[in-house]
């Protein structure tokens, strides 16, 4: 009967026979695969669901190797990793020839970095859209997350095989659902203004194993393209109070060290170009010219002079 069962699992894990269990599910590796209940009693039944649903993690979804789960309704998967013991080097082939490349998910301008705006995170980069344009996938993989959020809104998150998940946020519409595979390129919403988001914008992110990292590390923004074929992720990566954080060719932060809770606070600068007015400046940040001039210690009839760098965040 061991030999037996050891030919069915071996045939499973050679076949891949046991197939996606359905789009809407929280999908554990170690349940049965079909109850998806952890509280099976049957030892010879649980024993053959753990083999099977092995077997379907490793040939069904992307990054098996890095993700114990593929979980359909939580945003943030909860593998975070230990940054004060991290050493290692995690190198991140993000133009696989043996996938389809890259796509930028819209080629708008940059409005918002990656950093800490008045002392809040904000993990993506914010990507100028009208509402009802196509957004698309910037890599091949697995959708994980499609649906409504209260501060990303409409949502769609996607895993690659190479460990790495792209968020898509504030969609006016899904184009996509969980389990569905896409191609890089593949539309999989359109732009909008919904959850916490002032104006119509792509709010963009990358995370390894729920850790976000700065989408200018792995992105050329202004050139809509990839800076690199491999990104290497080591702690650095992760020391947002030390690095200068890139926020388009609009502007740049610059890091201080007086964030609330020890957490850095960065803030933005923007040179001053001919023809700006406060005005202008302040619906280009989405912020007024009041706050402007209390930021900089200004009045509102204050000439703006070419070169200079005003504070805008």
């Known amino acids: 009967m061991k030999d037996l069962r050891s ?3 071996l045939l499973n894990i050679l076949f891949g026979l046991n197939a996606f269990a359905g789009s809407s599910i929280s999908y554990y590796p170690g349940t049965d695969p ?3 209940n952890p509280s099976h009693k049957d030892t010879v039944k649980a024993d053959l669901s753990r083999a099977l649903s092995i077997n379907d993690s490793l040939l069904r979804f ?3 190797d890095v993700y114990t789960d593929f979980d359909t309704s939580v945003i943030h998967v909860v593998e975070h990793m230990n940054m004060s013991n991290f050493t290692d080097t995690i190198r991140v082939l993000v133009n696989d020839p043996a996938y389809c490349g890259y796509c930028h998910p819209f080629r708008g301008n940059v409005t ?3 950093g800490y705006r008045h002392g809040q995170p904000h ?3 914010d990507i100028k859209l009208e509402i009802g344009d196509s957004v698309h996938a910037a890599f091949e993989g ?3 997350i499609a649906k409504r959020n209260k501060s990303y809104g409409n949502v769609v998150i996607i895993r690659h095989a190479n460990g790495l998940e792209t968020y898509y946020a504030h969609l006016s519409k899904l184009l996509v659902e969980p389990g569905q595979d896409v191609d890089a390129g593949t539309i999989i919403g359109l732009g909008g203004n919904t959850g916490h ?3 119509s914008h ?7 194993k729920g850790m976000p990292i700065d989408p200018n590390d792995v992105v050329n923004f202004a050139e809509f393209k990839l800076k690199s074929d491999t990104f290497l992720i080591t702690k650095k990566t992760f020391d947002y109070s030390t690095k200068r954080v890139g926020g388009g060719s609009t502007g740049t932060y610059t890091a201080k060290t007086t964030g609330p809770h020890g957490k850095p606070l960065y803030v933005r600068y923007y040179n001053i170009r001919k023809g700006d007015t406060l005005n202008s400046i302040a619906k280009r940040y989405g912020t007024t010219v009041t706050l402007l001039c209390r930021m900089n210690g200004i009045k509102a009839t204050a000439n703006l002079q070419v070169g200079k760098k005003l504070k805008v965040g």
């Open 197 to 199: 988001s002032f104006g």
């Open 112 to 114: 918002s970095g990656f």
């Open 142 to 144: 697995k959708v994980r």
């Open 62 to 64: 992307p990054a098996y």
């Open 202 to 208: 792509l709010h963009f992110e990358v995370r390894y």
């Open 123 to 125: 993990f993506g980069e």
């Open 7 to 9: 030919i069915f699992i």
């Open 34 to 36: 079909y109850t998806n």
